[in-house]
């Protein structure tokens, strides 16, 4: 703003050019001029021409431009994002799977009535009289009468069956119903976890824009507090006025911030890589460097050394040496290797029960093997048969290792539960909340890979 000053006083002593004879410097150090004190300032300029009332139309322009810019660069910040609708993200995928969840609930509850009522029915029809017409003279024939051919006792025992039959059909409607709540809870976990996640980044954005445009509105609001003072005191030299009343610097009024942004820089934004290396390495380096770098070390050193070494060494090393040299050379070594390498393993299916993805990948890693990849389980890819098969179980979803380090992921390998077969978890639903979780009802088969 100091250049406000200049160009005010390049105005005054343009439009204070003397109508007499007096002679008007053709230069005039109009920086010079503006750093004097107020007093020394209207001399300076009344002696170079200028008149009191240009001096006074100097300094009330600074003001006026002053007071323009704020107003300026404050509607510059009120356009700035306050963070109001962060809140908002990712709500609505929550309501919508809020809606599905109290969906399938109302299912249950209705599945859950009617297995009620049906195991009431079973119990009046397995618990029903059976009347029989039979004569005395039959019953003194045979101590033990075969009333099963009876027809009171047929129709009886058959409602009695077919109750049974729905009782139980109405039970497993039950339990599928509750696997579908079960999988709905945990597509609001997911949709939940997305929602914290798309808030936190909208509060990191907001922060940092908030953050630059009021570092420029503050550097701005610096730039103007000399020329203000300066032009107060210039009204208050022209006006005789002692002592001067200096009002206020105008300033931009910090807009308000939505919960969160103030301090989303520690609770939300991510640090920055360092642009540096660390300073020291991790590790320890030795004292004086190897004379020559080892090609290829032995995982363990052997246990003896060689009793009588060659004095030269072979022209050529060996490309495939056995584990320990033959007693004996083969008589008759084949002429020719095989056409084609030996085909990698097929996965081995473990039966689960409920394990999270880790407890899953140790039960791998104890059989020597880790979880496979979705290409081994998967060859064909997305909604091609797995590579046993698969599952009959509705929403049978399979741990499974990402190339990329993604831990969490699961690929569905059954047809059932509105899924398709060898459908990645991660790429259509993103990674589960209840694959961390301690046990589940979709984990029941493990593909372990060597």
């Known amino acids: 703003m100091g250049r406000l000053l200049i160009i005010a006083l390049a105005v005054c002593f343009c439009d204070a050019a003397p109508t007499t004879d007096l002679v008007v410097p053709e230069y005039l150090d109009f920086a010079a001029f503006s750093k004097l004190a107020p007093t020394a300032f209207l001399q300076a300029v009344i002696k170079s021409g200028g008149t009191e009332a240009e001096c006074r139309s100097f300094a009330t322009t600074t003001i006026d431009t002053i007071s323009e810019s704020v107003k300026s660069e404050g509607a510059i910040l009120n356009a700035v994002d306050t963070g109001a609708g962060c809140a908002s993200k990712g709500q609505e ?245 095989t056409k084609h390498p030996t085909p990698d393993p097929k996965p081995t299916a473990t039966a689960a029960n409920g394990q999270s993805w880790t407890a899953s990948q140790r039960v791998c890693i104890n059989q020597g093997k880790q979880l496979c990849t979705f290409d081994k389980i998967c060859p064909k890819g997305e909604g091609s048969y797995p590579v046993d098969g698969g599952s009959s179980v509705a929403h049978d979803w399979s741990p499974m290792l990402r190339a990329d380090g993604v831990t969490n992921d699961w690929v569905h390998i059954s047809s059932k539960g509105g899924h398709s077969y060898c459908k990645p978890h991660g790429k259509h639903h993103g990674l589960p909340a209840w694959g961390t979780q301690p046990s589940n009802i979709f984990n029941h088969k493990i593909y372990c890979c060597g």
Request: charged letters at 15%; glycine letters at 2%; hydrophobic letters at 30%.
């Open 93 to 337: 995928l929550v309501q919508v799977a809020q809606g599905r969840l109290e969906a399938k609930e109302g299912v249950l509850a209705a599945k859950e009535g009617s297995a009620e009522e049906a195991r009431n029915a079973k119990t009046a029809a397995c618990t029903a009289a059976v009347d029989m017409s039979v004569g005395l003279d039959t019953l003194k024939k045979t101590t033990c009468y075969d009333y099963s051919s009876e027809a009171s006792f047929i129709s009886t025992d058959a409602a009695c069956n077919q109750a049974t039959i729905a009782s139980s059909q109405a039970a497993a409607a039950v339990v599928s119903a509750t696997t579908d709540v079960q999988y709905a809870q945990g597509e609001v976990q997911d949709a939940v976890a997305e929602a914290a996640r798309l808030e936190s980044g909208c509060l990191c954005r907001v922060h940092q824009e908030q953050a630059a445009a009021q570092v420029a509105a503050q550097t701005a609001t610096t730039a103007h507090a000399d020329d203000w003072k300066q032009a107060q005191e210039v009204l208050c030299a022209v006006d005789q006025t002692t002592p001067c009343p200096m009002p206020p610097c105008p300033t931009v009024t910090q807009p308000t911030l939505a919960a969160g942004v103030a301090n989303a820089d520690t609770q939300h934004c991510t640090p920055a890589p360092t642009t540096e290396p660390t300073a020291t390495p991790t590790a320890t380096p030795t004292a004086e460097p190897t004379a020559e770098p080892t090609a290829t070390p032995t995982a363990s050193p052997t246990p003896d050394p060689t009793a009588n070494p060659t004095k030269h060494p072979t022209k050529y090393p060996t490309k495939h040496p056995t584990k320990y040299p033959t007693k004996y050379p083969t008589k008759h070594p084949t002429k020719h290797p």
